[in-house]
C-alpha cells in the first residue's frame, strides 16, 4: 500500500512535530509513505534545520488561498510520479498546522494489512476541535461540515477533482464533489480520527 500525505507549507518550524507522526506512519508494515511539502510564496523565512529529511519539497510561486494551490500542485505531482500503481495508492491532506490523530494511523494500518482484500475506496471520520467535536453524517458531507483532515482518499476517486482554488470552503466544496460521485465507495464513520489545528492548541 503507498499513502501520498500533502501538506501545503507556510509554517516551516512546524515540520519536525509533523515529523513525529510521518515516522510513525513508516513503521507500519505493507505501507510506503510519501510525504508531499509544498512550500507557498507566503511561506515564512525558512531555516534549514527546520526541514524534515522525510519530505519531499516542491515551491509554489502563484498566489493561493488556504493553500488550494499548493494542494492542486501536489495532486498533479503525484500523476505525474506517483500514482503508477492505482490498486493501493491513497491520499491524506495535512495541513502544517496539525498532526496526525493515532487513530488514523491504527485506520492506515488496518487498510495496509487488508491490501488484497476489497475495502472502501474513502474514509471520512470525526475530528476532536479541542472543547468540541464534529462527526460527519452521510447525509451531510458538505461545506462547512467536513475538515481538510477528515478524509482519507483512494487516487482512483479522485479523478480529475480538484480543490477550487479561490474558494476559502474548498476542502468541503473538494470532499463533497467527490463523495456524490462515489457515495457507495465510501465508509463515513464517527470515530474520531482527526485533530483540527492541533499544533495551534499545544
Same mark, same amino acid.
Given at each position: 500500500?503507498?499513502?501520498?500525505? &500533502?501538506?501545503?507549507?507556510?509554517?516551516?518550524?512546524?515540520?519536525? *512535530?509533523?515529523?513525529? $507522526? &510521518?515516522?510513525?506512519?513508516?513503521?507500519?508494515?505493507?505501507?510506503?509513505?510519501? @510525504?508531499?511539502?509544498?512550500?507557498?510564496?507566503?511561506?515564512?523565512?525558512?531555516?534549514?534545520?527546520?526541514?524534515?529529511?522525510?519530505?519531499? =519539497?516542491?515551491?509554489?510561486?502563484?498566489?493561493?488561498?488556504?493553500?488550494?494551490?499548493?494542494?492542486?500542485?501536489?495532486?498533479?505531482?503525484?500523476?505525474?510520479?506517483? @500514482?503508477?500503481?492505482?490498486?493501493?495508492? @491513497?491520499?491524506?491532506?495535512? #495541513? $502544517?498546522?496539525?498532526? /496526525?490523530?493515532?487513530?488514523?494511523?491504527?485506520?492506515?494500518?488496518?487498510?495496509?494489512?487488508?491490501?488484497?482484500?476489497?475495502? =472502501?475506496?474513502?474514509? /471520512?471520520?470525526?475530528? #476532536? *476541535?479541542?472543547?468540541?467535536?464534529?462527526?460527519?453524517?452521510? #447525509?451531510? &458531507?458538505?461545506?462547512?461540515? /467536513?475538515?481538510?483532515?477528515?478524509?482519507?482518499?483512494?487516487?482512483?476517486?479522485?479523478?480529475?477533482?480538484? @480543490?477550487?482554488?479561490?474558494?476559502?470552503?474548498? $476542502?468541503?466544496?473538494?470532499?463533497?464533489?467527490? =463523495?456524490?460521485?462515489?457515495?457507495?465507495?465510501?465508509?463515513?464513520?464517527?470515530?474520531?480520527?482527526?485533530? =483540527?489545528?492541533?499544533?495551534?492548541?499545544?
Amino acid at each position: 500500500m503507498h499513502l501520498t500525505i &500533502i501538506t501545503p507549507l507556510t509554517r516551516p518550524k512546524n515540520l519536525l *512535530r509533523i515529523e513525529n $507522526d &510521518i515516522v510513525k506512519l513508516k513503521a507500519l508494515k505493507g505501507l510506503v509513505v510519501k @510525504w508531499i511539502v509544498v512550500v507557498s510564496p507566503q511561506c515564512e523565512a525558512i531555516d534549514p534545520c527546520m526541514l524534515s529529511s522525510y519530505a519531499t =519539497y516542491y515551491n509554489y510561486l502563484k498566489p493561493s488561498i488556504s493553500g488550494n494551490g499548493e494542494r492542486n500542485f501536489a495532486l498533479n505531482k503525484c500523476l505525474e510520479t506517483a @500514482w503508477d500503481n492505482y490498486s493501493s495508492t @491513497w491520499v491524506y491532506f495535512l #495541513d $502544517d498546522d496539525n498532526l /496526525i490523530h493515532p487513530d488514523f494511523i491504527k485506520l492506515i494500518g488496518q487498510i495496509a494489512q487488508r491490501a488484497n482484500e476489497k475495502i =472502501y475506496k474513502g474514509y /471520512i471520520f470525526g475530528q #476532536d *476541535r479541542g472543547d468540541t467535536q464534529l462527526i460527519p453524517r452521510p #447525509d451531510r &458531507i458538505n461545506v462547512n461540515q /467536513i475538515d481538510t483532515a477528515m478524509y482519507l482518499l483512494h487516487s482512483s476517486i479522485i479523478d480529475k477533482a480538484r @480543490w477550487k482554488e479561490d474558494e476559502h470552503v474548498a $476542502d468541503g466544496l473538494f470532499i463533497q464533489e467527490i =463523495y456524490q460521485k462515489n457515495r457507495k465507495h465510501f465508509h463515513v464513520s464517527p470515530t474520531i480520527m482527526a485533530y =483540527y489545528n492541533k499544533i495551534r492548541m499545544l
